[in-house]
């Protein structure tokens, strides 16, 4: 029989569209995305048992895909609801609800989980558990490669052929953790998690947790909440829409439809059409910084990042703090109300005090990226050979904030240092500023300038979990002050000491320690060392006068060397590089003081 070419391509599409469905094979649902991803869920546990794409199957054997360690013995239904296959999956054990949605054509799990109440042990992720034969490699790769290594720490700090990795050096932080996947020869994993999937998690928007896991098996990870650095209490109800996808290999758009959940009947889904925004204007932020606005209430948290003009993501109605971070410091707090189909408008302009000071170590922008190990510690253990050393000394004038250590331990590593130069004139009482990111097991400064010694502070509010040798660093902020007499200061060189102050004690890397942000001595300019100094403060002014005092201080040399990011480019009696690498500029700091930011 001869079949027209019209007839022959609607055969065609009736085939193609066909594939697309859930059935039963055995005690599993088996859903054929109809394009090329087959995957089976089972009756009974609601574990992803399969995850054949393109013919091959992904899924480890020994271990499935899941919620946590698996949901037990759960309630699980299976159909085609609205034109999409819906699984859900009611654990028996636990307050969770999980989802599991495909649309035809799309080789994708739409996922969102639903709970009521705390999950033990403490800790609430979608966990892929994949071959790694045929999925290589990790997030980061190959930072959280763990085989073949030897546990240093825990169970989940290993040293592996002279370098340390842990599956906590694959995160990101939120803010920008939209997209991350393992992959192998043609193919790609990957977990999408538009901002809204966030709203019920906890943390705000510089939380980062596990990604991935590269040991016998390839675990691919979304941590919804945890209590890894945690600063806030669990969040209930609906996370997501968020993704499991699979590609050929390319980095799939962070930007997907979830709307048609709300033809699927899922728990705490609030539609678009149920939710409002807020727009205004950041200002205040200096240049070279970036600026974050986040909202949050009990219920939810958002944020956008701007520097300038924004629009909130759509959000649940209700009233919400409101927040402006220079960096990762919070500069401005008020709050605002939120009504569904509406838009707020609600302006935030940054409140940071702008001190005159004598030097300042860093930026306080809640980061310690610019110090010593500060471009490392977030994908290696602070025993890494490949760090420097700890401890360290910073002289105003001529050392760059790399010589400053981003952290000081108790028993390990040594003081930070810094040396600076007085003249007569500036004998005066002044102010110290210590600002740190997280501290582990009680730890806050001690201080001493020459032989005077700084009273000790408080106790910062305890986080029970260990911090940089997992690679975090966000914490609470502390900031510490101390009024210094004028008897404490000498005419010529004079040396502050920081080192650390707690009840606990421990063992090397895990024994009290703080991160930085920045430090600054507070008080009056004038001459130091034949050098006229002005008065500086974080925000300033475009005038002759600031132009003249910014080329004044840069006096260093731009004759065939780049300075990196973060590092020092000018400053008063500086003689190092003032040219920055590509995508950076030098950025005007204090008369002591320039740095390489982007």
Same mark, same amino acid.
């Given at each position: 029989?001869?079949?027209?070419?019209?007839?022959?391509?609607?055969?065609?599409?009736?085939?193609?569209?066909? *594939?697309?469905?859930?059935?039963?094979?055995?005690?599993?649902?088996?859903?054929?995305?109809?394009? /090329?991803?087959?995957?089976?869920?089972?009756?009974?546990?609601?574990?992803?048992?399969?995850?054949?794409?393109?013919?091959?199957? =992904?899924?480890?054997?020994?271990?499935?895909?899941?919620?946590?360690?698996?949901?037990?013995?759960?309630?699980?239904?299976?159909?085609?609801?609205?034109? =999409?296959?819906?699984?859900?999956?009611?654990?028996?054990?636990?307050?969770?609800?999980? !989802? &599991?949605?495909?649309?035809?054509?799309?080789?994708?799990?739409?996922?969102?989980?639903? &709970?009521?109440?705390?999950?033990?042990?403490?800790?609430?992720?979608?966990?892929?558990?994949?071959?790694?034969?045929?999925?290589?490699?990790?997030?980061?790769?190959?930072?959280?490669?763990?085989?073949?290594?030897?546990?240093?720490?825990?169970?989940?700090?290993?040293?592996?052929?002279?370098?340390?990795?842990?599956?906590?050096?694959?995160?990101?932080?939120?803010?920008?953790?939209?997209?991350? $996947?393992?992959?192998?020869? $043609?193919?790609?994993?990957?977990? &999408?998690?538009?901002?809204?999937?966030?709203?019920?998690?906890?943390?705000?928007?510089?939380?980062?947790?596990?990604?991935?896991?590269?040991?016998?098996?390839?675990?691919?990870?979304?941590?919804?909440?945890?209590?890894?650095?945690?600063?806030?209490?669990?969040?209930?109800?609906?996370?997501?829409? =968020?993704?499991?996808?699979?590609?050929?290999?390319?980095?799939?758009?962070?930007?997907?439809?979830?709307?048609?959940?709300?033809?699927?009947?899922?728990?705490?889904?609030?539609?678009?059409?149920?939710?409002?925004?807020?727009?205004?204007?950041?200002?205040?932020?200096?240049?070279?910084?970036?600026?974050?606005?986040?909202?949050?209430?009990?219920?939810?948290?958002?944020?956008?990042?701007?520097?300038?003009?924004?629009?909130?993501?759509?959000?649940?109605?209700?009233? !919400?703090?409101?927040?402006? !971070?220079?960096?990762?410091?919070?500069?401005?707090?008020?709050?605002?109300?939120?009504? *569904?189909?509406?838009?707020?408008?609600?302006? &935030? #302009?940054?409140?940071?005090?702008? %001190?005159?000071?004598?030097?300042?170590? $860093?930026?306080?922008?809640?980061?310690?990226?610019?110090? +010593?190990?500060?471009? +490392?510690?977030?994908?290696?253990?602070?025993?890494?050979?490949?760090?420097?050393?700890?401890? $360290?000394?910073?002289?105003?004038?001529?050392?760059?904030?790399? *010589?400053?250590?981003?952290?000081?331990?108790?028993?390990?590593?040594?003081?930070?240092?810094? +040396?600076?130069?007085?003249?007569?004139?500036?004998?005066?009482?002044?102010?110290?500023?210590?600002?740190?990111?997280?501290?582990?097991?009680?730890?806050? %400064?001690?201080?001493?300038?020459?032989?005077?010694?700084?009273?000790?502070?408080?106790? %910062?509010?305890?986080?029970?979990?260990?911090?940089?040798?997992?690679?975090?660093?966000?914490?609470?902020?502390?900031? !510490?002050?101390?009024?210094?007499?004028?008897?404490?200061?000498?005419?010529?060189?004079?040396?502050?000491?920081? /080192?650390?102050?707690?009840?606990?004690?421990?063992?090397?890397?895990?024994?009290?320690?703080?991160?930085?942000?920045?430090?600054?001595?507070?008080?009056?300019?004038?001459?130091?060392?034949?050098?006229?100094?002005? #008065?500086?403060?974080?925000?300033?002014?475009?005038?002759?006068?600031?132009?003249?005092?910014?080329?004044?201080?840069?006096?260093?040399?731009?004759?065939?060397?780049?300075?990196?990011?973060? *590092?020092?480019?000018?400053?008063?009696?500086?003689?190092? @590089?003032?040219? @920055?690498?590509?995508?950076?500029? @030098?950025?005007?700091?204090?008369?002591?003081?320039?740095? @390489?930011?982007?």
């Amino acid at each position: 029989m001869r079949i027209s070419k019209p007839l022959m391509w609607a055969f065609c599409v009736r085939v193609t569209f066909a *594939a697309f469905g859930i059935t039963t094979s055995g005690n599993n649902f088996e859903v054929d995305t109809g394009a /090329g991803l087959i995957y089976q869920v089972s009756k009974s546990t609601g574990d992803v048992v399969s995850l054949k794409y393109n013919g091959v199957e =992904y899924q480890d054997s020994s271990k499935y895909t899941h919620i946590n360690s698996g949901l037990g013995t759960s309630t699980v239904s299976g159909s085609l609801v609205s034109g =999409y296959t819906k699984i859900t999956i009611q654990s028996g054990g636990l307050p969770v609800t999980q !989802y &599991i949605v495909s649309k035809s054509g799309d080789p994708t799990l739409y996922l969102a989980t639903y &709970i009521t109440g705390e999950v033990d042990p403490g800790e609430l992720r979608w966990i892929a558990r994949l071959k790694k034969s045929v999925l290589p490699t990790g997030v980061r790769h190959p930072v959280s490669d763990t085989v073949g290594g030897t546990a240093i720490e825990g169970s989940d700090v290993y040293l592996v052929n002279g370098q340390t990795r842990s599956k906590f050096y694959s995160s990101e932080r939120f803010v920008e953790d939209n997209v991350h $996947g393992v992959t192998g020869s $043609g193919v790609g994993v990957w977990m &999408i998690i538009p901002p809204q999937a966030y709203e019920t998690s906890s943390g705000g928007p510089f939380m980062r947790d596990i990604n991935n896991q590269g040991g016998s098996v390839q675990e691919l990870y979304w941590y919804m909440n945890s209590g890894h650095v945690r600063t806030e209490p669990w969040r209930m109800g609906l996370k997501g829409p =968020y993704a499991m996808t699979f590609t050929t290999g390319s980095t799939p758009s962070a930007n997907i439809d979830t709307s048609f959940f709300s033809s699927l009947s899922i728990n705490g889904y609030v539609a678009q059409s149920g939710r409002g925004r807020v727009s205004g204007t950041v200002s205040g932020i200096p240049s070279g910084f970036e600026g974050v606005v986040h909202w949050y209430n009990n219920d939810n948290q958002y944020w956008a990042k701007s520097t300038g003009s924004f629009t909130s993501p759509y959000m649940k109605p209700g009233t !919400y703090t409101m927040k402006l !971070y220079k960096g990762e410091l919070e500069v401005a707090s008020s709050s605002v109300s939120v009504t *569904a189909g509406g838009t707020t408008s609600k302006s &935030i #302009a940054s409140t940071e005090a702008n %001190p005159s000071i004598v030097w300042r170590v $860093g930026q306080f922008d809640g980061q310690p990226f610019e110090f +010593k190990n500060g471009d +490392k510690f977030l994908r290696m253990h602070p025993s890494d050979s490949r760090m420097s050393s700890w401890g $360290g000394t910073y002289t105003v004038g001529s050392s760059s904030a790399s *010589a400053f250590p981003m952290a000081v331990f108790k028993s390990i590593g040594g003081s930070a240092i810094v +040396k600076f130069t007085l003249s007569s004139s500036q004998l005066v009482q002044m102010t110290l500023r210590i600002g740190t990111t997280l501290s582990f097991a009680g730890a806050r %400064p001690s201080v001493t300038i020459n032989s005077w010694s700084g009273s000790i502070p408080a106790a %910062p509010v305890k986080i029970d979990s260990r911090g940089v040798t997992r690679g975090a660093y966000r914490g609470y902020g502390e900031q !510490y002050t101390w009024t210094v007499p004028a008897s404490a200061f000498v005419s010529g060189t004079n040396t502050l000491t920081i /080192g650390v102050a707690s009840g606990s004690d421990g063992t090397d890397y895990l024994s009290p320690n703080f991160i930085f942000d920045a430090v600054e001595l507070q008080g009056p300019s004038g001459s130091t060392s034949g050098t006229t100094t002005t #008065a500086t403060t974080t925000t300033r002014m475009t005038t002759t006068a600031t132009t003249a005092a910014t080329t004044a201080a840069t006096t260093g040399s731009s004759g065939g060397c780049t300075a990196a990011i973060y *590092a020092q480019c000018g400053g008063s009696g500086f003689t190092g @590089c003032t040219n @920055c690498v590509s995508g950076t500029t @030098c950025k005007y700091s204090n008369d002591w003081y320039s740095q @390489c930011l982007s």
